[in-house]
């Protein structure tokens, strides 16, 4: 959504061009996830390292997106940051799932679920599955709320004093509306705009930081394979 939106207005591109600007983080995550599948799978790699280096992809690639200048040139490297947070965000989806039912009781397993992904693993929980997947939606509603407040504050803080308060509304509920400003407050607008996106970077870097950690709780001595 950042870099979209990034594209949209500092890039000032029109929606079809923003999209297509997403496509190495699109790209890379599934990749990422067929990879880390038929590493752990194949090669009985323990889950939990393809996580930790996982998230640190996720760290370094959200770092080096929140480095992005600021003015209206889309860096070549942005692809190549998106390509790196992409392949992270996959093998950490695909093998959260993966290694959930190996995590679980036997009391907690589901043997319909079984029968449904005998390809993928010999047992399945229902209940460990459904949960990921609720903590999953409910981070990324979290998530997702904490970087737009972020950006919200920071544009209002720093366009009131060139734009009215009925101007910063419009333009962060209709980011197209940059095109009716004039060539030097236009100028203004992006550059801020761009700061924001890069400060969303940072929180998200946060947040990957914050997945190494969890993951060392996880930790044992004899580390699970599937």
């Given at each position: 959504?950042?870099?979209?939106?990034?594209?949209?207005?500092?890039?000032?591109?029109?929606?079809t061009?923003a999209?297509?600007?997403?496509?190495?983080?699109?790209?890379?995550s599934?990749?990422?996830?067929?990879?880390?599948?038929?590493?752990?799978?194949?090669?009985?790699?323990?889950?939990?390292?393809l996580?930790?280096g996982?998230?640190?992809?996720?760290?370094?690639?959200f770092?080096?997106m929140?480095?992005?200048?600021?003015?209206?040139?889309?860096?070549?490297?942005?692809?190549?940051?998106?390509?790196i947070?992409?392949?992270?965000?996959g093998?950490?989806?695909?093998?959260?799932?993966l290694?959930?039912?190996?995590?679980?009781?036997?009391?907690d397993q589901?043997?319909?679920?079984?029968l449904?992904?005998?390809?993928?693993?010999?047992?399945?929980?229902?209940?460990?599955?459904?949960?990921?997947?609720?903590?999953?939606?409910?981070?990324?509603?979290?998530?997702l709320?904490?970087?737009?407040n972020?950006?919200?504050?920071h544009?209002?803080?720093?366009?009131?004093?060139?734009?009215?308060?009925e101007?910063?509304?419009?333009?962060?509920?209709?980011?197209?509306?940059?095109?009716?400003?004039?060539?030097d407050?236009?100028?203004?607008?992006?550059?801020?705009?761009?700061?924001?996106?890069n400060?969303q970077?940072?929180i998200?870097?946060?947040?990957a930081?914050?997945?190494?950690?969890?993951?060392?709780i996880?930790?044992?001595?004899?580390?699970?394979?599937?």
């Open positions: 959504m950042t870099c979209t939106a990034s594209a949209k207005v500092v890039g000032l591109r029109l929606h061009f999209g297509v600007r997403l496509l190495p983080f699109t790209v890379a599934p990749i990422g996830s067929i990879i880390s599948s038929t590493i752990a799978g194949k090669l009985k790699t323990p889950p939990l390292y996580v930790l996982a998230s640190m992809l996720q760290l370094v690639g770092i080096l929140s480095t992005l200048p600021t003015s209206s040139h889309t860096s070549k490297a942005q692809y190549g940051y998106e390509v947070a992409g392949f992270g965000c093998v950490n989806i695909s093998t959260h799932m290694n959930t039912p190996f995590c679980v009781e036997k009391r589901c043997e319909a679920y079984i449904l992904v005998r390809m993928i693993a010999n047992r399945v929980s229902a209940v460990a599955i459904g949960t990921i997947t609720e903590f999953r939606i409910m981070g990324a509603a979290v998530g709320a904490i970087v737009t972020v950006l919200n504050t544009v209002r803080n720093n366009l009131l004093e060139v734009l009215s308060g101007q910063v509304a419009a333009l962060l509920e209709i980011s197209s509306d940059i095109w009716n400003l004039p060539p407050v236009r100028a203004i607008v992006q550059r801020v705009f761009a700061e924001g996106y400060i970077f940072k998200l870097a946060g947040f930081a914050a997945q190494i950690a969890s993951s060392l996880m930790w044992q001595k004899r580390q699970i394979t599937v």
